[in-house]
T-cell receptor, first 114, second 114 residues
Framework: GDSVTQMEGPVTLSEEAFLTINCTYTATGYPSLFWYVQYPGEGLQLLLKATKADDKGSNKGFEATYRKETTSFHLEKGSVQVSDSAVYFCALSEGRGGADGLTFGKGTHLIIQP | GAGVSQSPSNKVTEKGKDVELRCDPISGHTALYWYRQSLGQGLEFLIYFQGNSAPDKSGLPSDRFSAERTGGSVSTLTIQRTQQEDSAVYLC????????????FGPGTRLTVT
C-alpha cells in the first residue's frame, strides 16, 4: 500500500536559518503530493501541492519539488521565522477522482527560536 | 465564507457508550472525508463520501465504526461500544472537483474514552 516517510523531529532551528524537511513516498500509481501545516491550536491547512513530476509547489516562502526518480517531495524554506513553528505533514493522494483519502506521514514538529 | 465545522469540539464518554460525531462540510463540496489523528497512529484515513455514497469502507478500524451522509451535506461518524483505544481527534475534510479535490479540514472533535 501507499506510505509516506518523513523526519519526525522535533526540529529546532534559529530564526533566519535554512529549513529542509525530508519526505519520501511509496505509491502504486502516480500520486499528487502535498504538504499540510498544523499551527498550535489550529486545524490542518494545505501549505502547497504538486500534481506531476518536476512540478514545484510554493507558498509563504516554502517550496517543494516533486521528484519521481527519487520518490521525494522535500520541503524547504530559505529563512524561517518564529511564526513558522508548527507541525508539518507530508501527504499523498492517488487521486482517483478524489476517491482516495490522503496518506499522511507522521508529521515533523518544527520549533523556531528567536 | 464558512469553513468545515465539526461538533462537538470535545467529547468525554465512558467505555462502552455510543458516540456520534458530526461534520458540516463547506457548502457545495461534494466529497467528504473522515480521518483520525492519534499519538500512536498519526493521521489515518477512515472513509470517503462522494455525494451520499461511500464506495470503500475498508479504512474504518472495526465494525463498531459507521458513517453516513444524507442530503449530500452533513455527515455523522458513529462509534458504538467505545473503547479506550478510540480516544483520538477525529477530523473531517471536504473538497470539490472544481478545486482539484484539495481537501479543507475542520477543527476536529477530541474524543476521550474513560
Amino acid at each position: 500500500g501507499d506510505s509516506v516517510t518523513q523526519m519526525e523531529g522535533p526540529v529546532t532551528l534559529s530564526e533566519e536559518a535554512f529549513l529542509t524537511i525530508n519526505c519520501t513516498y511509496t505509491a502504486t500509481g502516480y500520486p499528487s503530493l502535498f504538504w499540510y501545516v498544523q499551527y498550535p491550536g489550529e486545524g490542518l491547512q494545505l501549505l502547497l501541492k504538486a500534481t506531476k513530476a518536476d512540478d514545484k509547489g510554493s507558498n509563504k516562502g516554502f517550496e517543494a519539488t516533486y521528484r519521481k526518480e527519487t520518490t521525494s517531495f522535500h520541503l524547504e524554506k530559505g529563512s524561517v521565522q518564529v511564526s513558522d513553528s508548527a507541525v508539518y505533514f507530508c501527504a499523498l493522494s492517488e487521486g482517483r477522482g478524489g476517491a482516495d483519502g490522503l496518506t499522511f506521514g507522521k508529521g515533523t514538529h518544527l520549533i523556531i527560536q528567536p | 465564507g464558512a469553513g468545515v465545522s465539526q461538533s462537538p469540539s470535545n467529547k468525554v464518554t465512558e467505555k462502552g457508550k455510543d458516540v456520534e460525531l458530526r461534520c458540516d462540510p463547506i457548502s457545495g463540496h461534494t466529497a467528504l472525508y473522515w480521518y483520525r489523528q492519534s499519538l500512536g497512529q498519526g493521521l489515518e484515513f477512515l472513509i470517503y463520501f462522494q455525494g451520499n455514497s461511500a464506495p470503500d469502507k475498508s479504512g474504518l478500524p472495526s465494525d463498531r465504526f459507521s458513517a453516513e451522509r444524507t442530503g449530500g451535506s452533513v455527515s455523522t461518524l458513529t462509534i458504538q461500544r467505545t473503547q479506550q483505544e478510540d480516544s483520538a481527534v477525529y477530523l473531517c475534510a471536504s473538497s470539490h472537483p472544481g478545486q482539484g479535490y484539495e481537501q479543507y479540514f475542520g477543527p476536529g472533535t477530541r474524543l476521550t474514552v474513560t
